[in-house]
């Protein structure tokens, strides 16, 4: 495998770890004694996904959420300012294709990889016609141990954490099919046809950032 | 001018003073005004093509399939370099002729063409006027020259109060339009002598340059390559077209000289009973060769000389202002064009650097980009590190420490079995080493970038491109040339007006003089002492050789800086169309072009073939920035080139040919005009007006 895509898959790892952790809800199943959270369907995933690994959609639809809600103007505008700050459009984009129902990118490997040593167990269920349907991913312990010790003392992977934070404080409480609905909102990700990669934003957020809050990115 | 015709022939009387009187030296080499007729100094007039236009139609003959196809042809003609692109044997060269056909009434249309065009329209100006010329063709040529613009042939008949002249043969028209442009451009006919056509006369006549032969000037087709200029007359053109001083007495004299040199052979073999038969009707002639002086000498005695010399004192100081008005504006065009220059080099430099600065950005980005990521790589690493496989993914069975313990041992993987080589195992150092690299060589980038930055380039464009438009502004406030223009055209028509007045007992005069000249020929001719008179033809003979020496090489010293400067523009063009291996050019005293090429002096026609046509078209082109640059000659400043590019097409000789054609568009595009007709289609889109016709396809 090449460096390239070595470091495409870690990432790719650590990204869906911190989603199913940040994102599931505790729970306590006596069935299934090592977990510690649930998450539900594969959509959300993907769907949080995009969004992290897209930080000018991210900073659009934070924008639309400003734009609806006056009282959330001020903390949005730092957010989204320090996003184009940091260049993170250009820095932290991950290009992502468009699947039948949106962004969508094969994570099976990833889930089997955390399964395998022991950070998830997985569950779904057969509809009739032998889709897998109703996919719930559980955190363990272990994973939780590890993220909780050991994610603090890597400062160059604190910025996912952080993201997954964010995204959870604005769009946590929506489901997959809710945050699809969402993205669907945006011509580009809308107009992006099947199997091609779902462009940049920049200018649009810039644009709509200066209407709101009649400053330059 | 200043020249004192009385000491001028008293020095030549003293070389020789006994062998004829003064009085009838002075006599013979007479010709009034006429040795300061010539100036090179240029008209300022030049001739424009505004639009060309024909009608008619193709009438088909046998094996020809025009089924009487509608001619309706009309092109707008701009300043500056036209060129018309379209295949050989497509109609090019028939506009041209056309265009000959109605500025010099000399029809060279191809016999099946001719019979096609029925109207012709030709609008042109000198200078500020218009003029539009009308040929109707269809039957025998009736042919109005009018002022102003005719738009369409539907005007014709509303216009005839603006009809300068109208002929109806192609005789006349010629005749008519060549005292116009004659007129215009202040030519005159240089003459030679020639043996009269009628064999059984035994006579010299007098033959002389006409519009048509000057025309051979502008109009330079392919198929003249091989001379420098047309035909056996083509020195007689230069110096028309140089307009020197003397050239008009120089070329009288010659041609009296020629015609006594005649009579001195004819005389010869007369016969001694015609000479005593004409013995007697000397008598009778001498006496009325003396009635006929004595009436010369009382109408000259009443006739006061006006006073044109103050007026020539303001033409020649108005002709040195414009000289160096021009001056003036051709350094400033230089200035701009240098200023220009250097722009186009700093831009060039700006552009290329900030090419190299959004590079070096994205570079930079790039490489911040991949240390972030091999950075965030190995930690990642770390943190899935010390992780025992547990589970299959696929079957949720336990991998049992047993199992583990076996693959640790056989280096294969606990889940797939497959061996695990060094290359699975991550190692940090190596990933260390590469960020560390991949910083040396951003810090590398970034000073770059920082040396970029510092760059002083953008002062310099700044100051070039001030400088540019600075130099437009001073060009711009320069004082306009049109006053002294004006003024130098009121001057020249009062003096022609002072020139031409008839004075009192003009035609008695002119009655007289052209008797005295008939009486005094019959004199020379029938003189009954043989020897004597022969002797008597041998001194004149002698002294209009003198005369005319005398004449040319006055003319050569006054005319020195006009030659040296044409020689120099026509090296400079020569190079520049690719004969760089001419390294000099000479112009003698008796009008030959010589060429240094090698090391040695050759003539136009010792040029190789393929390179005839290019030291042709440099001779014209300089001829024209002669006036353009220097105020001197008297080029109509309007070329038709033919096929420029037929025989020598050669990538230098094309090449050479396009930047010569680009820069004088770009430098005298304003100033003259050059037709140009070519099948070379690497000529396109060198010039603005162009007008190209596709490949097959017929002009008209």
Same mark, same amino acid.
């Given at each position: 495998?090449?460096?390239?895509?070595?470091?495409?898959?870690?990432?790719?790892?650590?990204?869906?770890?911190?989603?199913?952790?940040? @994102?599931?809800?505790? &729970?306590?199943?006596?069935?299934?004694?090592?977990?510690?959270?649930?998450?539900?369907?594969?959509?959300?995933?993907?769907?949080?996904? =995009?969004?992290?690994?897209?930080?000018?959609?991210?900073?659009?639809?934070?924008?639309?959420?400003?734009?609806?809600?006056?009282?959330?103007?001020?903390?949005?505008?730092?957010?989204?300012?320090?996003?184009?700050?940091?260049?993170?459009?250009? @820095?932290?984009?991950?290009?992502?294709?468009? %699947?039948?129902?949106?962004?969508? +990118?094969?994570?099976?490997?990833?889930?089997?990889?955390?399964?395998?040593?022991?950070?998830?167990?997985?569950?779904?269920?057969?509809?009739?016609?032998?889709?897998?349907?109703?996919?719930?991913?559980?955190?363990?312990?272990?994973?939780?141990?590890?993220?909780?010790?050991?994610?603090?003392?890597?400062?160059?992977?604190?910025?996912?954490?952080?993201?997954?934070?964010?995204?959870?404080?604005?769009?946590?409480?929506?489901?997959?099919?809710?945050?699809?609905?969402?993205?669907?909102?945006?011509?580009?990700?809308?107009?992006?046809?099947?199997?091609?990669?779902?462009?940049?934003?920049?200018?649009?957020?810039?644009?709509?950032?200066?209407?709101?809050?009649?400053?330059?990115? | 001018?200043?020249?004192?015709?009385?000491?001028?022939?008293?020095?030549?009387?003293?070389?020789?003073?006994?062998?004829?009187?003064?009085?009838?030296?002075?006599?013979?080499?007479?010709?009034?005004?006429?040795?300061?007729?010539?100036?090179?100094?240029?008209?300022?007039?030049?001739?424009?093509?505004?639009?060309? !236009?024909?009608?008619?139609?193709?009438?088909?003959?046998?094996?020809?399939?025009?089924? $009487?196809?509608?001619?309706?042809?009309?092109?707008?003609?701009?300043?500056?370099?036209?060129?018309?692109?379209?295949?050989?044997?497509?109609?090019?060269?028939?506009? =041209?002729?056309?265009?000959?056909?109605?500025?010099?009434?000399?029809?060279?249309?191809?016999?099946?063409?001719?019979?096609?065009?029925?109207?012709?329209?030709?609008?042109?100006?000198?200078?500020?006027?218009?003029?539009?010329?009308?040929?109707?063709?269809?039957?025998?040529?009736?042919?109005?020259?009018?002022?102003?613009?005719?738009?369409?042939?539907?005007?014709?008949?509303?216009?005839?109060?603006?009809?300068?002249?109208?002929?109806? !043969?192609e005789a006349k028209y010629e005749k008519l339009i060549e005292d116009f442009f004659f007129n215009q451009f202040s030519y005159y006919s240089l003459k030679w002598t020639q043996k009269a056509s009628q064999k059984d006369k035994?006579?010299?006549? +007098?033959?002389?340059?006409?519009?048509?032969?000057?025309?051979?000037?502008?109009?330079?087709?392919?198929?003249?390559?091989?001379?420098?200029? =047309?035909?056996?007359?083509?020195?007689?053109?230069?110096?028309?077209?140089?307009?020197?001083?003397?050239?008009?007495?120089?070329?009288?004299?010659?041609?009296?000289?020629?015609?006594?040199?005649?009579?001195?052979?004819?005389?010869?073999?007369?016969?001694?009973?015609?000479?005593?038969?004409?013995?007697?009707?000397?008598?009778?002639?001498?006496?009325?060769?003396?009635?006929?002086?004595?009436?010369?000498?009382?109408?000259?005695?009443?006739?006061?000389?006006?006073?044109?010399?103050?007026?020539?004192?303001?033409?020649?100081?108005?002709?040195?202002?414009?000289?160096?008005?021009?001056?003036?504006?051709?350094?400033?065009?230089?200035?701009?064009?240098?200023?220009?220059?250097?722009?186009? +080099?700093?831009?060039?430099?700006?552009?290329?650097?900030?090419?190299? &600065?959004?590079?070096?950005?994205?570079?930079?980005?790039?490489?911040?980009?991949?240390?972030?990521?091999?950075?965030?790589?190995?930690?990642?690493?770390?943190?899935?590190?010390?992780?025992?496989?547990?589970?299959?993914?696929?079957?949720?069975?336990?991998?049992?420490?047993?199992?583990?313990?076996?693959?640790?041992?056989?280096?294969?993987?606990?889940?797939?079995? $497959?061996?695990?080589?060094?290359?699975?195992?991550?190692?940090?150092?190596?990933?260390?080493?590469?960020?560390?690299?991949? !910083?040396?060589?951003?810090?590398?980038?970034?000073?770059?970038?920082?040396?970029?930055?510092?760059?002083?380039a953008d002062a310099h464009y700044e100051a070039a491109y001030n400088e540019v438009i600075k130099a437009e502004q001073e060009k711009s406030g320069l004082r306009s040339v049109e006053t002294l223009n004006e003024r130098l055209?009121?001057?020249?028509?009062?003096?022609?007006?002072?020139?031409?007045?008839?004075?009192?007992?003009?035609?008695?005069?002119?009655?007289?003089?052209?008797?005295?000249?008939?009486?005094?020929?019959?004199?020379?001719?029938?003189?009954?002492?043989?020897?004597?008179?022969?002797?008597?033809?041998?001194?004149?003979?002698?002294?209009?050789?003198?005369?005319?020496?005398?004449?040319?090489?006055?003319?050569?010293?006054?005319?020195?800086?006009?030659?040296?400067?044409?020689?120099?523009?026509?090296?400079?063009?020569?190079?520049?169309?690719?004969?760089?291996?001419?390294?000099?050019?000479?112009?003698?005293?008796? %009008?030959?072009?010589?060429?240094?090429?090698?090391?040695?002096?050759?003539? @136009?026609?010792? &040029?190789?073939?393929?390179?005839?046509?290019?030291?042709?078209?440099?001779?014209?082109?300089?001829?024209?920035?002669?006036?353009?640059?220097?105020?001197?000659?008297?080029? #109509?400043? @309007?070329?038709?080139?033919?096929?420029?590019?037929?025989?020598?097409?050669?990538?230098?000789?094309?090449?050479?040919?396009?930047?010569?054609?680009?820069?004088?568009?770009?430098?005298?595009?304003?100033?003259?005009?050059?037709?140009?007709? #070519?099948?070379?289609?690497?000529?396109?889109?060198?010039?603005?007006?162009?007008?190209?016709?596709?490949?097959?396809?017929?002009? =008209?």
């Amino acid at each position: 495998m090449d460096l390239d895509a070595s470091v495409r898959n870690y990432k790719d790892r650590l990204r869906i770890l911190l989603i199913l952790y940040f @994102f599931g809800e505790p &729970i306590a199943d006596a069935d299934r004694p090592n977990a510690v959270r649930i998450f539900r369907t594969e959509t959300r995933i993907q769907k949080i996904d =995009f969004l992290i690994r897209n930080p000018d959609y991210l900073a659009y639809e934070l924008l639309l959420i400003a734009k609806t809600d006056p009282a959330l103007r001020p903390a949005i505008q730092s957010i989204v300012l320090e996003i184009f700050n940091n260049q993170e459009p250009m @820095f932290r984009r991950m290009e992502m294709e468009r %699947f039948f129902f949106g962004a969508y +990118e094969d994570i099976d490997d990833v889930i089997s990889f955390l399964k395998s040593i022991g950070f998830i167990e997985f569950s779904s269920k057969k509809s009739s016609d032998f889709k897998t349907i109703g996919k719930q991913y559980f955190i363990t312990r272990m994973a939780e141990q590890k993220i909780l010790n050991q994610l603090q003392q890597l400062p160059k992977l604190q910025w996912y954490a952080d993201r997954c934070r964010l995204i959870h404080q604005y769009f946590g409480d929506l489901s997959g099919t809710q945050l699809k609905v969402a993205q669907y909102q945006i011509d580009e990700y809308r107009n992006t046809s099947y199997n091609k990669f779902i462009g940049t934003i920049e200018e649009m957020t810039r644009t709509e950032f200066l209407n709101l809050y009649a400053a330059e990115l | 001018m200043i020249f004192d015709f009385d000491d001028f022939v008293e020095k030549l009387h003293s070389s020789d003073p006994d062998k004829l009187p003064l009085s009838e030296l002075k006599q013979l080499l007479n010709l009034g005004d006429d040795y300061t007729r010539d100036t090179p100094i240029s008209t300022g007039k030049r001739l424009v093509l505004d639009r060309i !236009s024909f009608w008619g139609k193709k009438s088909g003959s046998e094996g020809q399939p025009y089924n $009487d196809e509608p001619i309706a042809f009309t092109q707008k003609i701009e300043t500056g370099v036209n060129i018309w692109i379209a295949d050989n044997f497509k109609g090019k060269s028939s506009i =041209f002729k056309i265009i000959k056909f109605a500025l010099t009434g000399r029809n060279r249309i191809k016999p099946n063409i001719k019979k096609w065009i029925h109207h012709i329209l030709l609008s042109f100006s000198i200078n500020d006027r218009s003029y539009t010329i009308y040929l109707d063709t269809e039957k025998s040529l009736k042919a109005t020259l009018f002022n102003g613009v005719l738009e369409d042939i539907s005007q014709v008949g509303l216009r005839t109060e603006d009809a300068v002249f109208t002929a109806t !043969s192609e005789a006349k028209y010629e005749k008519l339009i060549e005292d116009f442009f004659f007129n215009q451009f202040s030519y005159y006919s240089l003459k030679w002598t020639q043996k009269a056509s009628q064999k059984d006369k035994d006579e010299l006549v +007098e033959a002389g340059a006409s519009w048509v032969t000057y025309f051979e000037s502008i109009f330079l087709e392919s198929r003249d390559s091989a001379s420098l200029m =047309f035909g056996a007359q083509s020195k007689k053109i230069f110096q028309m077209l140089l307009g020197l001083e003397f050239t008009y007495p120089i070329n009288r004299l010659s041609v009296e000289k020629e015609k006594l040199q005649y009579e001195k052979a004819r005389q010869a073999s007369l016969s001694e009973a015609q000479i005593s038969k004409r013995k007697k009707d000397q008598v009778q002639l001498q006496t009325r060769l003396k009635e006929i002086d004595e009436e010369i000498k009382q109408l000259t005695m009443n006739d006061s000389p006006v006073d044109t010399n103050q007026l020539i004192a303001e033409y020649e100081m108005l002709i040195k202002d414009i000289q160096d008005h021009n001056r003036e504006l051709l350094a400033m065009e230089a200035r701009v064009r240098t200023a220009k220059s250097t722009l186009a +080099e700093v831009e060039g430099k700006r552009e290329s650097r900030l090419s190299e &600065i959004h590079r070096l950005n994205r570079e930079i980005q790039k490489t911040d980009k991949r240390i972030a990521d091999l950075e965030e790589f190995t930690q990642i690493g770390i943190f899935f590190s010390n992780l025992d496989i547990k589970q299959c993914p696929s079957c949720d069975h336990t991998v049992t420490e047993k199992k583990k313990a076996a693959a640790a041992h056989s280096h294969t993987c606990s889940l797939c079995n $497959d061996p695990i080589t060094d290359e699975d195992i991550v190692d940090k150092e190596e990933y260390d080493q590469k960020i560390s690299n991949l !910083s040396v060589y951003k810090a590398n980038l970034v000073k770059d970038l920082t040396r970029l930055n510092q760059d002083k380039a953008d002062a310099h464009y700044e100051a070039a491109y001030n400088e540019v438009i600075k130099a437009e502004q001073e060009k711009s406030g320069l004082r306009s040339v049109e006053t002294l223009n004006e003024r130098l055209r009121q001057v020249n028509s009062e003096l022609e007006t002072e020139r031409s007045r008839p004075k009192p007992n003009q035609s008695r005069q002119n009655e007289l003089i052209a008797e005295k000249a008939v009486v005094t020929y019959r004199l020379g001719q029938d003189s009954p002492d043989q020897a004597e008179a022969t002797d008597d033809i041998d001194v004149k003979i002698g002294f209009l050789t003198a005369a005319v020496e005398a004449l040319n090489t006055q003319r050569f010293q006054l005319s020195g800086k006009v030659l040296k400067r044409l020689a120099e523009l026509m090296l400079q063009e020569i190079q520049q169309l690719g004969l760089t291996s001419i390294t000099q050019v000479m112009i003698t005293q008796s %009008f030959d072009v010589k060429y240094q090429q090698d090391g040695e002096l050759i003539a @136009f026609d010792d &040029i190789a073939e393929g390179e005839q046509l290019r030291a042709k078209i440099a001779f014209y082109l300089s001829l024209i920035q002669l006036d353009i640059e220097y105020n001197f000659g008297r080029h #109509t400043r @309007f070329l038709i080139i033919d096929s420029p590019a037929k025989e020598e097409a050669d990538l230098t000789y094309m090449e050479g040919l396009s930047a010569v054609l680009q820069a004088i568009d770009e430098r005298f595009g304003d100033r003259l005009q050059i037709l140009i007709g #070519t099948a070379e289609r690497t000529l396109t889109d060198i010039v603005t007006n162009q007008y190209v016709t596709p490949a097959d396809a017929f002009v =008209f």
